[in-house]
């Protein structure tokens, strides 16, 4: 069974960045998708960013766009960088894979909180 734990969440600053990392148990990710998402206190969890393993493509929410950008390597790693943080970002962000021709996301980490000093 694979597993994927987050890392590199943590304190923030407006206008700081973060690197969250994903890292998987098993490199058995050559045909599946990587997402990224949130959720934050009182809200639904949301997708904030996707990228295709098979070239690369990605997707970003509205709201992360020209901030975010997610990216994976060789190893089966995937990566969120996180610039221009602002307060709405604040959530749990939680790496998810879903399989080639699959219609949801089967395998999630247990996330990894960003928060924000006053």
């Known amino acids: 069974q694979v597993q994927l734990v987050e890392s590199g969440g943590g304190l923030a600053q407006t206008g700081g960045s973060l690197r969250l990392s994903c890292s998987a148990s098993a490199r058995t990710f050559s045909r599946v998708a990587m997402g990224w998402f949130r959720q934050a206190p009182g809200k639904e969890r949301e997708l904030v960013a996707s990228?295709?393993?098979?070239?690369?493509?990605t997707y970003y929410a509205d709201s992360v766009k020209g901030r975010f950008a997610i990216s994976r390597d060789l190893a089966g790693n995937t990566f969120l960088q996180m610039n221009s943080l602002k307060v709405e970002d604040l959530a749990n962000y939680f790496c998810?894979?879903?399989?080639?021709?699959?219609?949801?996301?089967?395998?999630w980490g247990q996330g990894t909180q960003v928060t924000f000093s006053p």
């Open positions: 990228i295709r393993w098979s070239g690369g493509s």
């Open positions: 998810a894979r879903q399989p080639v021709g699959a219609a949801r996301y089967d395998v």
